[in-house]
């Protein structure tokens, strides 16, 4: 048969007609599956290309690779409004992903909207409910047997909708997706908020709460306000102790956990190629922690031969017939732009308590020095969806296998998490799990577990200052094991396992020396190891349900005494006055991320349950006027008690409230149990200085008020004991500030203005009472 380009060439010719009119009729012909597991779902790369030939025809002007591909899913390229950080898009995802912690939320919407089936190929991953207790076996049957009736929960309402269903032990969402669903130029939205993991093989993938997949699965064009383009322009390579995982944590230091908000970060430059795929995905995913929309790489050959090593040389092909569509225009244009000359870049340590708070390794033990945080470490833990590759394991290994040869061990504990079943089964093939075993450490299950605070840890009591090294990509107060005063850091894999090895903060494998058994001094060398494995993937268990042809007879059952699970009742609609004599249930100081308002860990069970995981709301947020995490002034019977208490007992008695919040409120996961628990106990309001983007959604989508001071000093303005009356909403309208009355107990008052980022849409879900309230009157 004559070669793709050949063919091009002649039906040019025969055709007289333009190249991309000839890329369709190949395309169709081609009919490239996006997934081996979805057959007759077919990649558009035809569709993707007619959408940017009319938006580049309108804007007359280079586009960066983000506007490539989310214009390119646009639901009318031809008369969509498109201004960066001002118009929202509606946009048509090729298809939605979602974890088992909050796929429970979004399929019990979804069962509520009566749909019988998603319009868009959707998958559910098992990886949230597996706590870390005693290793990798042991602990996926205790996973499979206390949440079973989540697990059938979930496997019979993907069989009934047409979801596919990765059962536990298949792997973290975000390392299955990157190995079977990603491709270059896909928009992928995935309830979870490290979905960009997907990034390093060229695609737009963003997280989201659940409502938003609901709509997707739904078949309704999904809003995204269009997104600013942050350009991260990489030179030299990477080489020695530095890795991937230190670009992102330089990033983060340059443009802390609000800086990439409302943006996509575009990562291009020559040194992108000396950066492995799954590294470019380490990169994309810990960009969640700057607040960025998503992050993207550009397609090229690293991206090429993942997706041959994972059984995909057909879309890598296809891919290369269409490469002018997968990497930016040349002249093409960033909102801001930052310049990282890798072969400058050193390995990097970014904590305690927030990601971005970098340090060169180097550094690092002389600051915590001057801290006082403690510089012994007690645990290493490397894997999670940041950091689980082959590569990863492998140069993890090779520092291990140096420690070894001179009779070492891990000081530290010491804990391994595969990021999929695939990758467990392959280095367990090629001996890396065996010698991160002698070197002291446990494999742990392919699941999330310590990453999200699922660790039943021992070796401490809450309250114990300690310190942990991880290669994760959240270090939140008490994130990973409830206790606030364990000051973790991230890293890459390798420093974690240098460290694990020297036992301590003050060891930099660049310059320092280690003592071996012969009491000889060494010095580590710089890992090397493949990206990935020279044999084929080992794929393990088979850990995969297809969803059945006809599945008329399934049922899916909710039982009503149920602590695990619970139907969804429908929000009450707006009744059209103004809010008058809000109680302020808590005034919140300083960092509020989703942890902080919806723990994780041991409420993870509850993520089917609203009432039940309610008794979470606000547990870790500080209330201003005492000081304390769950400590809060019932305004009726003036007791201090716990916050989801008095939110109840406000509740019971009528009485509405509203949270006040600091910078960049709702931070970190994409959890949209944050909005759904103040709406559900009471709620109507969020005041800030400022939201994460994700979660500002996701209260919209419940039909919340998420609002910001007009004035960031008039935070300062409003004590606990006020109330407030928020006016303006009979004539509520995008752009359209709305009035808020500072009603304070000795009788004076104050007004103050509240800015809002609602469109048309977005007002019709708050007047509807939920998003899913909205859609079910337009389904009458």
Same mark, same amino acid.
């Given at each position: ?602 409420? *993870?069970?509850?993520? !089917?349950?609203? $009432? ?5 709301? =606000?547990?870790?947020? /500080?209330?201003?006027? @005492? %000081? ?95 109330? *407030?009356?928020?006016? !303006?909403?009979? $004539? ?5 500030? =709305?009035?808020?009355? /500072?009603?304070?107990? @000795? %009788? ?33």
């Amino acid at each position: 048969m004559a070669p793709y380009s050949l063919l091009v060439t002649r039906l040019q010719k025969v055709l007289s007609v333009r190249q991309y009119h000839v890329a369709s009729v190949l395309c169709q012909r081609a009919k490239v599956a996006m997934s081996h597991f979805e057959p007759n779902e077919y990649i558009r790369y035809d569709l993707l290309e007619k959408n940017i030939n009319i938006v580049r025809k309108r804007l007359n002007r280079p586009l960066t690779l983000s506007e490539k591909i989310v214009y390119g899913h646009l639901d009318d390229p031809a008369n969509q409004e498109i201004e960066r950080g001002k118009t929202y898009l509606r946009l048509r995802p090729d298809r939605v992903a979602m974890q088992d912690a909050t796929a429970q939320m979004a399929m019990l919407q979804f069962i509520s909207s009566g749909l019988p089936k998603v319009a868009v190929p959707s998958t559910i991953h098992c990886d949230h409910l597996i706590e870390a207790q005693l290793g990798g076996e042991k602990d996926l049957r205790r996973a499979k047997d206390i949440n079973q009736e989540v697990y059938n929960f979930l496997a019979t309402a993907g069989a009934k909708y047409g979801v596919g269903f990765w059962r536990p032990g298949s792997g973290i969402i975000h390392q299955i997706i990157l190995e079977n669903y990603a491709y270059p130029g896909v928009l992928l939205i995935g309830t979870d908020s490290h979905t960009p993991n997907g990034g390093g093989l060229g695609g737009i993938c963003i997280g989201v709460g659940g409502a938003d997949a609901v709509d997707v699965m739904a078949g309704i064009p999904w809003e995204l306000k269009c997104p600013k383009v942050i350009g991260v322009k990489l030179t030299g390579s990477l080489s020695g102790w530095t890795s991937p995982k230190d670009v992102i944590l330089k990033v983060a230091g340059i443009l802390t956990v609000k800086g990439g908000t409302g943006a996509i970060v575009e990562y291009h430059g020559p040194g992108v190629d000396s950066i492995s795929c799954t590294g470019m995905a380490t990169i994309c995913n810990m960009g969640a922690e700057i607040g960025a929309t998503t992050s993207v790489f550009p397609y090229n050959h690293r991206m090429k031969k993942y997706l041959s090593k994972t059984g995909r040389a057909d879309i890598a092909s296809l891919a290369d017939e269409f490469k002018d569509h997968l990497v930016p225009d040349p002249g093409c244009q960033y909102d801001q732009l930052i310049e990282i000359n890798l072969n400058e870049l050193k390995p990097h340590i970014n904590g305690p308590f927030t990601p971005d708070l970098a340090h060169p390794v180097a550094e690092v033990g002389t600051v915590a020095e001057k801290e006082g945080w403690p510089l012994d470490i007690r645990v290493g833990l490397i894997g999670s969806c940041t950091n689980s590759s082959y590569e990863d394991m492998g140069r993890s290994a090779a520092v291990a296998k140096q420690a070894l040869a001179h009779g070492l061990k891990c000081k530290s504990q010491f804990t391994i998490t595969p990021g999929s079943e695939q990758i467990r089964a392959t280095i367990e093939r090629d001996g890396y799990a065996q010698v991160l075993r002698e070197v002291g450490g446990i494999v742990l299950a392919n699941a999330c577990g310590p990453c999200i605070g699922q660790w039943d840890r021992k070796d401490i009591k809450k309250g114990e200052k300690n310190t942990i090294v991880t290669s994760y990509n959240r270090n939140f107060t008490g994130r990973n094991d409830a206790n606030p005063e364990t000051h973790a850091f991230v890293t890459s894999p390798e420093i974690v396992t240098a460290l694990a090895i020297a036992g301590t903060l003050k060891f930099n494998p660049e310059t320092d020396f280690l003592t071996g058994k012969d009491g000889k001094k060494f010095k580590l060398e710089a890992p090397d190891a493949d990206e990935l494995p020279r044999a084929e993937f080992d794929p393990g268990q088979d850990t995969y349900q297809h969803p059945p042809k006809d599945s008329s007879g399934q049922r899916v059952d909710v039982s009503p005494t149920s602590q695990r699970l619970q139907l969804l009742e429908p929000f009450d609609k707006w009744d059209g006055k103004d809010l008058e004599d809000l109680q302020i249930l808590i005034k919140v100081k300083g960092k509020c991320t989703t942890d902080h308002i919806s723990a994780a860990g041991p409420w *993870l069970k509850f993520r !089917g349950h609203l $009432d039940n995981i309610s008794n979470n709301l =606000l547990i870790g947020a /500080i209330n201003i006027e @005492n %000081g304390k995490a769950n400590s809060v002034r019932n305004a009726v019977t003036q007791e201090f008690g716990p916050v989801p208490d008095t939110a109840r007992y406000y509740k019971k008695h009528g009485i509405r409230w509203v949270v006040v919040g600091d910078e960049n409120y709702g931070e970190g996961s994409s959890r949209e149990h944050a909005a759904l628990e103040p709406r559900h106990l009471g709620g109507r309001a969020i005041i800030t200085k400022s939201f994460a983007r994700i979660h500002e959604t996701n209260l919209k989508k419940q039909g919340l008020l998420p609002l910001t001071f007009a004035d960031p000093a008039d935070y300062n303005k409003i004590h606990p004991v006020d109330k *407030l009356t928020i006016q !303006g909403l009979k $004539d509520f309208a995008p752009g359209k500030p =709305l009035t808020c009355v /500072i009603k304070h107990p @000795n %009788g004076t008052q104050e007004t103050i203005l509240l800015n809002h980022t609602f469109n048309e849409t977005q007002i019709e879900w708050f007047r509807a009472g939920s998003a899913l309230n909205r859609m079910k009157e337009l389904q009458q």
